[in-house]
Nanobody, 127 residues
Framework: QVQLVESGGGLVQAGGTLTLSCVASGRAFSSYSVAWFRQSPGKDRKFVAAINWGGVTTYYDDSVKGRFTISRDNNKNTVGLQMSSLRPEDTAVYYC????????????????????WGQGTRVTVSS
């Protein structure tokens, strides 16, 4: 069993930077692929970025490409999401998700393939 805990959310002005962290329990986490999703009120959960077990392969939604960077430190069981040039439309609750398959695949943008989820951290970008 893996537990995921997100942190780092908050209020930031448009154009600003914020870094989210996802800390996991369990030694097997280093073999999992991990993704960030976000959800705005009244909307479906949407894919943001994913990273493979080794941190070499990444995958971004077009809406965040060039602005967000996903990374991981398997020694610390942590996956980060650095968000820059933030926009009001980035406002959402951000969730960390992990799956036991370590590779990033085209379907890595689908919430249904993930086995574990965190409780989320709220990000608000003011205009």
């Amino acid at each position: 069993q893996v537990q995921l805990v997100e942190s780092g959310g908050g209020l930031v002005q448009a154009g600003g930077t914020l870094t989210l962290s996802c800390v996991a329990s369990g030694r097997a986490f280093s073999s999992y692929s991990v993704a960030w999703f976000r959800q705005s009120p009244g909307k479906d959960r949407k894919f943001v970025a994913a990273i493979n077990w080794g941190g070499v392969t990444t995958y971004y939604d077009d809406s965040v490409k060039g602005r967000f960077t996903i990374s991981r430190d398997n020694n610390k069981n942590t996956v980060g999401l650095q968000m820059s040039s933030l926009r009001p439309e980035d406002t959402a609750v951000y969730y960390c998700a992990a799956r036991t398959q370590g590779t990033v695949v085209p379907s890595s943008n689908q919430p249904r393939i993930y086995d574990y989820w965190g409780q989320g951290t709220r990000v608000t970008v003011s205009s």
